[in-house]
């Protein structure tokens, strides 16, 4: 059972064209999704200094975050996966 749930995560999927402007053209796992995404963010220094839940969206970022500033790590993996088919 643990293998199917483990594939379903790896398996590749459609990246919308907003997304797409961040990590690249899919499709793509989940995983390496979430993985340049976060490349992303830290080479745009745009993790919050204060609280490091954070995420200060930058106008792309802003694209998959239905347009909020300021986005915690918990409701970012909600918000991809509105870009993930």
């Given at each position: 059972m643990e293998n199917?749930?483990?594939s379903a995560f790896m398996?590749?999927?459609q990246v919308s064209a907003e997304l797409a402007a961040?990590?690249?053209e899919?499709?793509?796992p989940r995983s390496?999704?979430?993985?340049?995404l976060w490349v992303y963010i830290k080479k745009h220094n745009l993790q919050d200094a204060t609280n490091r839940r954070n995420i200060?969206?930058?106008e792309n970022l802003q694209k998959v975050f239905g347009g909020q500033k300021t986005v915690n790590m918990f409701e970012?993996?909600?918000l991809v996966s509105?870009?993930?088919?």
């Open positions: 199917q749930k483990g398996k590749p999927m961040i990590v690249g899919g499709p793509m390496e999704v979430v993985k340049a200060n969206a930058d970012m993996t909600k509105q870009h993930l088919s």
